[in-house]
T-cell receptor, first 114, second 113 residues
Framework: KAGVTQTPRYLIKTRGQQVTLSCSPISGHRSVSWYQQTPGQGLQFLFEYFSETQRNKGNFPGRFSGRQFSNSRSEMNVSTLELGDSALYLC?????????????FGPGTRLTVL | AQTVTQSQPEMSVQEAETVTLSCTYDTSESDYYLFWYKQPPSRQMILVIRQEAYKQQNATENRFSVNFQKAAKSFSLKISDSQLGDAAMYFCAYRSAGDKIIFGKGTRLHILP
């Protein structure tokens, strides 16, 4: 079974621009979560989608948004980029939503904001 | 609010030795899961081990085991017979029912040959 894939792997943008990141979960997985990883803050939860519905949301400004499609693929969008948005964005999928389910992570998208 | 604390930013261990990574958490919930995830350099994060709060028996996965002390809100990871492939960033994580997962800031583990 193919793993979680994320595109693009690397991205360079300038302040004020917007960006869309894509995540394809493992086939059959219906839950997709997004995380921001930075050296200073570690891994921070952005949001979780299950069956096209947002189930949980982290403490990020409204510039961060996401969605999930009927095939479980997910996208996240960041508008009006700031320098502090430079990070590794990780996507993770699991078969179901729920407390104890293992999350399978993708390789991440490295976003650099200049 | 729930928090997860990993007090050791970096640790080193000699190959074949045993090492313990610390994790404490704060919660008022009684039903939750705890996890250890491993992120090798330039590789994807994978689950090492998980523990349900209601289970008193400590989880074990081959060379990896946990010491779960619910009253003390402590969840340490013990790696026995350390191998070079164990070198990675290790994240402790907490999740309660219906809520988001919270990660600690990680412990970078070096294996010395």
């Amino acid at each position: 079974k193919a793993g979680v894939t994320q595109t693009p792997r690397y991205l360079i943008k300038t302040r004020g621009q917007q960006v869309t990141l894509s995540c394809s979960p493992i086939s059959g997985h219906r839950s997709v979560s997004w995380y921001q990883q930075t050296p200073g803050q570690g891994l921070q939860f952005l949001f979780e989608y299950f069956s096209e519905t947002q189930r949980n949301k982290g403490n990020f400004p409204g510039r961060f948004s996401g969605r999930q499609f009927s095939n479980s693929r997910s996208e996240m969008n960041v508008s009006t980029l700031e320098l502090g948005d430079s990070a590794l964005y990780l996507c993770a999928s699991s078969p179901q939503t729920g407390t104890g389910h293992e999350q399978f992570f993708g390789p991440g998208t490295r976003l650099t904001v200049l | 609010a729930q928090t997860v604390t990993q007090s050791q930013p970096e640790m080193s261990v000699q190959e074949a030795e045993t090492v313990t990574l610390s994790c404490t958490y704060d919660t008022s919930e009684s039903d939750y899961y705890l996890f250890w995830y491993k992120q090798p350099p330039s590789r994807q994060m994978i689950l090492v081990i998980r523990q349900e709060a209601y289970k008193q028996q400590n989880a074990t996965e081959n060379r990896f085991s946990v010491n779960f002390q619910k009253a003390a809100k402590s969840f340490s990871l013990k790696i026995s017979d350390s191998q070079l492939g164990d070198a990675a960033m290790y994240f402790c994580a907490y999740r309660s029912a219906g809520d988001k997962i919270i990660f600690g800031k990680g412990t970078r583990l070096h294996i010395l040959p």
